[in-house]
């Protein structure tokens, strides 16, 4: 996978801004239902305890995009990614609304991608044929496992037959770009076990793949009642046959946990990766924006409710700041260094309007320790042993 390489005839930046740092912008819209929250989950989901009021949330979604219009004008927007929550309760109706209500206040690049999660357990061939007919062009599902006893143990809602179905309906659809979720390290899994939902997955040729070891997270079920799972011996086997399975199938691992054929790699994913700019609306949803002379970061209310009341005004706005130095530092790392590809010297600059002096040190301290390469004079990335220890990689850049 190359690095991305930005045009500034791609963006379009009006005269006022003409000292502007030309990189990407996404979008991503917040949907934070759920039938039920998973005991592994720390996003911010809140299981639906009544109708879904999906008419009150896209009128408030749409005003939260038109009060930050301001913040962005003159740029268009590359990705779009609709995540949740499940998003794929909204109905074909409300969905096609959504994306209509963007594309009415928003200047999208041609060939934008449009990613929806779905969840097998809130899905049909109807629902999906309705997304695709509305602008979606990807979507993810959220299958996790195709082991109906994993399954049962993740509190998903769904069973192996749901995850089948959703991928069928998919294709019925159209979509000819989709990801599937799965997840290893699971409770009492075995290698074996693990491999059958990978070569299940293959064989739906699917163009791309999120590979997600189980972690115990705070704040979750699991944390308060942690379930037994495998020595980190046992996972590093697990995660080793999975990955060589997968690049026997042609996909490549670009990101610590995705895999993709050649050029269907996750553009809005990319993106937050490569430190790009992104606008978030609904409950919960953050933004990172750059404007000359700042990099600033906003948050949205958690709260379905309060979101939804507060929409469109300050007081939806719970969190604002403007990120230093080492803010930048260490938040550009954080994300570059999941890459395989890593960071350029030049694309840290620009990104981030920090001078190669900034991290000259932990960038010695990486390479001495054979955590980090230069591939030419520009050009880092994890080397092998980096990428197995790359928190400890990323730690060097927190000071």
Same mark, same amino acid.
Request: glycine residues 8%; proline residues 5%.
């Given at each position: 996978?190359?690095?991305?390489?930005?045009?500034?005839? =791609?963006?379009? +930046? =009006? %005269?006022?801004?003409?000292?502007?740092? &030309?990189?990407?912008?996404?979008?991503?819209?917040?949907?934070?239902?759920? /039938?039920?929250?998973?005991?592994?989950?720390?996003?911010?989901?809140?299981?639906?305890?009544?109708?879904?009021?999906?008419?009150?949330?896209?009128?408030?979604?749409?005003?939260?995009?038109?009060?930050?219009?301001?913040?962005?004008?003159?740029?268009?927007?590359?990705?779009?990614?609709?995540?949740?929550?499940?998003?794929?309760?909204?109905?074909?109706?409300? &969905?096609?609304?959504?994306?209509?209500?963007?594309?009415?206040?928003?200047?999208?690049?041609?060939?934008?991608?449009?990613?929806?999660?779905?969840?097998?357990?809130?899905?049909?061939?109807?629902?999906?044929?309705?997304?695709?007919?509305?602008?979606?062009?990807?979507?993810?599902?959220?299958?996790?496992?195709?082991?109906?006893?994993?399954?049962?143990?993740?509190?998903? /809602?769904?069973? %192996?037959?749901? %995850?089948?179905?959703?991928?069928?309906?998919?294709?019925?659809?159209?979509?000819?770009? $989709?990801? $599937?979720? $799965?997840?290893?390290?699971?409770?009492?899994?075995?290698? =074996?076990?693990?491999?059958?939902?990978?070569?299940?997955?293959?064989? *739906?040729?699917?163009?791309?793949?999120?590979?997600?070891?189980?972690?115990?997270?705070?704040?979750?079920?699991? @944390?308060?009642?942690?379930? #037994?799972?495998?020595?980190?011996?046992?996972? !590093?086997?697990?995660?080793?046959?999975?990955?060589?399975?997968?690049?026997? @199938?042609?996909?490549?691992?670009?990101? +610590? #946990?995705? !895999?993709? $054929?050649?050029?269907?790699?996750?553009?809005?994913?990319?993106?937050?990766?490569?430190?790009?700019? *992104?606008?978030?609306?609904?409950?919960?949803?953050?933004?990172?924006?750059?404007?000359?002379?700042?990099?600033?970061?906003?948050?949205?209310?958690?709260?379905?409710?309060?979101?939804?009341?507060?929409?469109?005004?300050?007081?939806?706005?719970?969190?604002?700041?403007?990120?230093?130095? @080492?803010?930048?530092?260490?938040?550009?790392?954080?994300?570059?260094?999941?890459?395989?590809?890593?960071?350029?010297?030049?694309?840290?600059?620009?990104?981030?309007?920090?001078?190669?002096?900034?991290?000259?040190?932990?960038?010695?301290?990486?390479?001495?320790?054979? !955590?980090?390469? *230069? #591939?030419?004079?520009?050009?880092?990335?994890?080397?092998?042993?980096?990428?197995?220890?790359?928190?400890?990689?990323?730690?060097?850049?927190?000071?």
């Amino acid at each position: 996978m190359r690095a991305w390489q930005y045009n500034p005839g =791609d963006y379009t +930046v =009006d %005269a006022a801004m003409e000292s502007f740092p &030309v990189v990407p912008l996404s979008l991503y819209v917040h949907v934070p239902w759920c /039938i039920r929250k998973c005991p592994y989950c720390d996003f911010n989901s809140h299981p639906l305890r009544d109708t879904l009021p999906e008419n009150e949330y896209i009128d408030a979604l749409l005003r939260d995009l038109e009060s930050e219009l301001p913040r962005i004008w003159g740029r268009r927007i590359s990705s779009i990614f609709i995540g949740g929550g499940t998003p794929s309760l909204l109905s074909g109706n409300a &969905v096609q609304r959504l994306v209509q209500g963007l594309r009415s206040r928003l200047a999208l690049l041609p060939g934008c991608e449009i990613t929806l999660e779905a969840n097998p357990g809130a899905s049909d061939n109807q629902r999906f044929a309705a997304y695709r007919e509305a602008g979606i062009n990807r979507l993810s599902i959220g299958v996790q496992s195709f082991d109906d006893d994993k399954l049962r143990t993740l509190g998903r /809602i769904h069973c %192996a037959d749901d %995850a089948h179905r959703a991928i069928e309906a998919a294709g019925t659809a159209g979509f000819d770009n $989709l990801n $599937l979720d $799965l997840m290893f390290g699971l409770p009492e899994q075995v290698v =074996d076990e693990a491999l059958a939902d990978i070569r299940t997955a293959l064989a *739906y040729r699917s163009t791309h793949l999120s590979l997600y070891q189980l972690t115990i997270e705070p704040n979750t079920e699991f @944390a308060n009642r942690p379930p #037994s799972v495998a020595d980190d011996d046992t996972l !590093w086997d697990m995660q080793q046959a999975l990955f060589t399975e997968l690049a026997v @199938a042609g996909f490549q691992n670009y990101e +610590v #946990s995705a !895999w993709a $054929l050649p050029g269907r790699q996750c553009q809005h994913n990319l993106n937050y990766w490569q430190f790009g700019d *992104y606008l978030g609306i609904g409950a919960g949803a953050h933004s990172k924006l750059t404007s000359p002379g700042t990099i600033r970061r906003f948050a949205r209310r958690r709260h379905p409710r309060d979101y939804m009341e507060t929409a469109g005004s300050v007081q939806c706005t719970t969190e604002s700041r403007t990120l230093n130095r @080492a803010d930048l530092c260490f938040e550009f790392m954080l994300n570059s260094l999941r890459l395989a590809n890593g960071f350029t010297i030049s694309g840290f600059e620009h990104y981030t309007g920090l001078g190669q002096s900034e991290i000259e040190q932990p960038l010695r301290q990486a390479v001495d320790r054979g !955590w980090l390469e *230069y #591939s030419d004079d520009d050009h880092v990335r994890p080397t092998e042993t980096g990428r197995r220890f790359l928190n400890d990689v990323i730690a060097l850049f927190l000071e």
